[in-house]
């Protein structure tokens, strides 16, 4: 594509073409259309805890209740009947509410009015207070799901039937979520489909102290097209929703996303269309250069019009932050009349280091509290504008986590900065395209516009980038840094190297997407495997090194064992040094009788472990065993021989911790799990763990080996117990399926993750395949739902909640495990692991924001978010993505391998490994192998299980080797 390449005044850096084809380059497979005539509905949906948009807490988990604020568009008609009013049985469990007084009959309607309620429970007397029942009075108990019945003479009861929230009533992708945009561990901020800047963690934000930013509606985007030989001109705010009347909105944004990507379009009356890309740094097998606080704004203009035209990209950022307010207590309360006034006050009194602006007037504090959300208020900190000889940087003079400053960066073209009130700022920008270069320090906004000449037929790219600089990281009161005050400076440094770096760094995005996005894969599944990289949002890597990631922002704790074995694939492949400081943390704090402990810091739903990495958790049979894999994952993939010899010791007393704790016929003995809610660990064994532990038994063996200790044949025989009690105890021969536990005939989805762990490590098989097959045929049908598998089915006694919900490692695994086996056909196996994928693509429309557990088709909000935010599990589609090439890659023996399950079509599969990533195609007879990424060498390359002599034995980024059939 023909680009002009235009000098630029302040920044000295010209981006031509290829910067706009390096845009043009990336991928979006997913499409969302938002307007400024749709409307949104915000409304309470069932969840047993979610991660909420608005956080009201600060050192405290981001998680809802009961029920959780949902966007919807357009207002939702929820038909309901309230059915029967029953008698003699209690629901116990479940609770959402209360309500005081009135009948049963009127319990039955308050349960149909609140959307959330899905049965009640009415006590004329209630026993003992509860909620905002008292004791004595008539109380009704509204529940969010339907617990088992329990025979009780004196209370009335009763279920209510409402019409499914129909997927209409969906938002468009980019609503609801968007890939976060910021440097990996570094802090981020999300673009959404309307255009608003939301979710804002790039101040040190973390459970563990202030909460994330909501929507800055005032931090916004304009462009601007004029024509050169006419008065015309057009300028807009790209958002759809503008909150300040003095601005226009677009009429709509079409959105996209790809992690670290967002893209946004929209067109000028005159024929111009309009990108704006938001990106930043990800880059295989470098932390350190992905670790980067700053995100590139990128307006990309193209001009269709037979005409020149002067073309201008804005950004407004605000000094200060919208429904926020700090948590502290003001020395003094003065009148003012706005946050822009309350800020100048703060600044020009020496005693204030923080303010709270509200309908009380301006609350200024001498101490710097942490701010979570508090609708109508807005707060900042004492900080001064500083202009820049190619931008402009809001400096925040105070201490602790707050201390540190933005800036942004221009170019591409001519720019100009400015501060004040907003809508003197964008007045400027609408009148001229520019500003006017006049900076006041205490300004309420700060701006910024890049301008440029556009000559008909051609294009331009007019850069912003927005750097951040925040360097006093802090887990509660400890201040433990940011990895990346080692190399950047402060937010000027930041942004001026991505802006210097643009083209490199999209070429980075580029080579970890196009593997994938470019593959043969259903779309669906590129779209999820990349989406999957916004996981990376709650991680942390603080100044020492140490890498540390939450369970999830709604459940707090840290670095849990089990999970991060559930959504460490693309972690270990792009970012292997992070997997690698997670297994040196949890070898430290191994307990003396060799368990690894689950996680290193505790909680879910409450308060913050101030323990930090003290070990702690639950009696496991998927950490230990999980620990063992993961060194064998870095012997076979990584070649890091080293670092496994060291560790291996630890791994060793795992092992034996695992055969000593394994006395029902070899099998592991009431352990609890990574599903815990459903209580595996009341029975004395079951067929997760035990299939968790024989595949640690064959990792461990192989681990012996390698290292020279004769104790291999013990791990080997301890596994082939373990397999001998999983035929006699747990296989059902009528159900032609093994049962979940000892003591019932339950089926459970996902009984078999550790066989997904050992084919994709190369153990190959470790159970009976030809009733792993029947299994799977029996899990298909009797847990068989649209968006998945029910987690469990065929239970008789001890039910639990969410036993019909989706847990979602179970469909990719599914998947996986009928393509490793060759069960079934590959569209079999896909259709299985495309249910709830497609539902978040094409059904709820919440794409970066995959739940841990989906709601199943029984509901009124069937496949809808359910229990915990932004999770891991479904991260398991990278084994599917593995088993799809039947890659089987072991660096340290020199053998590359793949069996891919298509055998007859021409294909063009993804292939990663730690720090490495590349395709495996075929055309025809004619097989290559690609390297975009990283470095691979091989002394035997085998394919559907013949070996074949390639010209080359090794490749390194950007070469390819062929091979004929």
């Known amino acids: 594509m023909k680009c002009v390449c235009l000098a630029l005044l302040m920044a000295g850096v010209c981006q031509a073409s290829p910067l706009s084809d390096a845009l043009n380059d990336l991928t979006f497979l997913n499409k969302g259309v938002w307007t400024n005539k749709d409307t949104i509905t915000v409304m309470e949906q069932p969840s047993l805890y979610l991660e909420p948009e608005n956080i009201t807490t600060t050192d405290y988990a981001w998680a809802s209740g009961s029920s959780t604020p949902t966007v919807f568009s357009g207002p939702v008609d929820m038909e309901c009947n309230p059915g029967p009013v029953q008698q003699g049985y209690d629901l116990p469990g479940a609770d959402s509410k209360q309500v005081v007084g009135g009948t049963a009959a009127q319990c039955a309607q308050s349960c149909c009015t609140d959307h959330t309620c899905a049965a009640w429970v009415f006590d004329v007397k209630a026993p003992t207070s509860y909620g905002s029942c008292k004791a004595g009075e008539p109380c009704c108990y509204m529940k969010n799901s339907v617990p088992a019945k329990k025979a009780n003479a004196g209370l009335s009861y009763g279920m209510v039937t409402r019409l499914p929230v ?297 850069t912003i980038v927005l750097g951040y600089y925040y360097p006093n990281h802090n887990y509660l009161s400890q201040m433990l840094g940011n990895q990346y005050t080692k190399y950047i400076t402060d937010s000027r440094d930041a942004a001026t190297i991505l802006a210097n770096d643009l083209v490199p760094t999209l070429k980075d995005i580029s080579a970890i997407h196009d593997p994938v996005l470019k593959s043969t894969l259903p779309v669906w599944m590129r779209d999820t495997l990349i989406g999957t990289l916004h996981h990376v949002r709650s991680a942390m890597w603080f100044h020492d090194g140490r890498w540390r990631q939450w369970e999830a922002y709604d459940c707090v704790n840290m670095d849990s064992v089990h999970n991060d074995g559930e959504r460490h694939i693309p972690y270990i492949m792009l970012f292997p040094e992070s997997t690698k400081s997670k297994i ?80 029902v016929s070899g ?85 078999f993750y550790g066989q997904v762990l050992a084919h ?94 989906m709601r199943g088709n029984y509901t009124a909000f069937p496949g809808s978010n359910y229990i915990t935010s932004h999770y891991g599990y479904y991260m398991t589609i990278w084994h599917t993505m593995l088993r799809m090439s039947g890659q089987n890659i072991d660096r340290h023996a020199g053998v590359v391998s793949f069996s891919p399950a298509d055998t007859t079509d021409d294909f063009v599969l993804p292939v990663f490994l730690p720090s490495l990533v590349g395709s495996l195609s075929r055309s025809g007879s004619v097989m290559k192998l690609c390297i975009t990424t990283g470095d691979l060498q091989w002394t035997t390359l085998n394919l559907w299980g013949k070996t074949y002599n390639t010209a080359a034995k090794s490749l390194s980024g950007g070469s390819c080797v062929n091979w004929t059939l």
């Not at 925040?396 to 003197?424: C, H, I, M, R, S």
């Open 667 to 751: 099998m592991p003995y009431k352990l609890q799990t990574t599903y815990d809610i459903l209580g595996l660990n009341r029975y004395d064994a079951a067929t997760y763990s035990t299939v968790f532990h024989i595949a640690a038994m064959r990792a461990m063996a192989e681990l012996a080996k390698f290292m020279g200790d004769s104790d291999a044949a013990k791990y080997t025989a301890a596994g082939d117990a373990a397999r001998q009690g999983l035929d006699s105890m747990m296989w059902d021969e009528d159900l032609g399926a093994y049962i979940a536990y000892t003591g019932g005939r339950a089926i459970m989805s996902d009984s």
């Open 760 to 853: 994709s490590v190369g153990l190959g098989d470790i159970v009976d395949t030809t009733r792993l097959g029947r299994h799977l045929d029996t899990e298909g049908k009797m847990n068989y739902d649209p968006f998945g598998l029910k987690i469990l089915t065929n239970r008789t006694t001890g039910n639990s909640v969410t036993e019909n919900d989706i847990w979602l490692m179970a469909p990719a695994d599914h998947g996986a495990l009928r393509l490793a086996i060759n069960h079934g056909t590959v569209e079999e196996a896909l259709e299985v692991v495309s249910r709830p994928y497609l539902r978040f693509t094409q059904g709820i429309n919440d794409v970066w924001n995959a739940c841990g557990i």
């Open 166 to 462: 129909p997927d209409s009533a969906a938002p468009p992708v980019g609503i609801r979520s968007a890939p976060p945009l910021g440097g990996l561990a570094a802090g981020t901020i999300e673009m959404r489909g309307d255009g608003t800047l939301t979710a804002w963690t790039t101040e040190n934000n973390s459970p563990a102290g202030s909460a994330k930013l909501s929507k800055q509606k005032k931090a916004a985007f304009g462009a601007s097209v004029r024509a050169l030989d006419s008065t015309w001109s057009w300028t807009r705010l790209l958002q759809t929703h503008p909150s300040d009347s003095f601005t226009t909105g677009v009429e709509s944004l079409t959105f996209g996303g790809s992690p670290p990507v967002t893209r946004l379009q929209t067109k000028s009356p005159e024929n111009v269309d309009i990108s704006l890309f938001g990106y930043s740094r990800m880059a295989s097998g470098n932390m350190t250069r992905s670790h980067h606080p700053a995100i590139a704004f990128s307006m990309m203009f193209k001009n269709n019009a037979p005409n020149k035209m002067n073309v201008a990209a804005f950004f407004n950022l605000p000094a200060f932050a919208e429904n926020t307010q700090r948590h502290g207590k003001a020395y003094n309360t003065t009148a003012a009349e706005s946050s822009e006034m309350c800020r100048k006050l703060c600044n020009i009194d020496p005693k204030c280091m923080t303010w709270n602006y509200g309908a009380s007037g301006c609350a200024m504090q001498s101490d710097v509290p942490l701010y979570a959300f508090e609708d109508g208020t807005s707060s900042g900190a004492r900080g001064s504008w500083i202009q820049r000889t190619n931008g402009i940087t809001i400096n925040k003079e105070v201490v602790g986590p707050t201390a540190g400053n933005y800036t942004l960066v221009g170019t591409g073209g001519v720019v100009t900065v400015g501060t004040g009130d907003f809508q003197g700022l964008w007045t400027q920008f609408e009148q001229t395209g520019k500003l006017s270069n006049m900076v006041d320090p205490n300004g309420g906004h700060g701006a910024m516009a890049v301008n440029a000449d556009v000559a008909a037929g051609e294009t331009v790219v007019l």
């Open 584 to 663: 040196v943390a949890w070898g430290k704090v191994q307990l003396k009788n060799g368990m690894i402990q689950e996680q290193l810091a505790c909680g879910c739903m409450g308060g913050i472990d101030a323990g930090f990495e003290h070990g702690c958790g639950r009696v496991m049979s998927d950490v230990s065993t999980m620990y063992i894999i993961y060194l064998l994952e870095l012997l076979k993939w990584n070649n890091d021989v080293a670092f496994v010899k060291e560790w291996y010791p630890i791994a060793k007393k795992a092992a034996e911790w695992q055969i000593a704790v394994s006395t």
